[in-house]
């Protein structure tokens, strides 16, 4: 029974401590990189990936990657800034954009659409097992 305690007292901490953070390692590349397996909303308007720097009708990949040992299915959930909206934070979420990850070490989602390049969008993890990275790339306006 102690010990049962104290591995819930050392773990409550890093629940606490998870982060979920956004960072841009070169032009058209967003990267999250998420500590737990499940993601918080995005809530900076630099957050997520400026659709901004697309061409009408070029496409985003969305990549996926475990960055743990235990793979399971899971999904990414969709969100969009729209700062013209009544909402405070101005992301919105958007179910019908989330994107299905079969248990495997990386998943590649290829070729989505962009018709009206504008605002932001962002993938978070929803119940994967382990941390992971989500890596949004897309074409540049030429």
Known sequence: ????????????????????????????????????????APTLATDGFPLGQLQANNGLAVVYESTGTAF??????????????????HWIRVPDLDLSVQALVAQAFPGLSVVSPRNRVAWVPNGCAQPGIVWITGTAVK
């Open 1 to 40: 029974m102690k010990r049962w305690l104290i591995a819930m007292m050392l773990m409550a901490p890093l629940a606490a401590g998870a982060t979920t953070t956004w960072s841009y390692p070169k032009a058209l590349t967003a990267k999250l990189v998420e500590s737990t397996g499940t993601g918080s």
């Open 72 to 89: 399971t299915a899971c999904s990414l959930q969709a969100y969009v800034f729209l700062p013209e909206s009544a909402v405070s934070t």
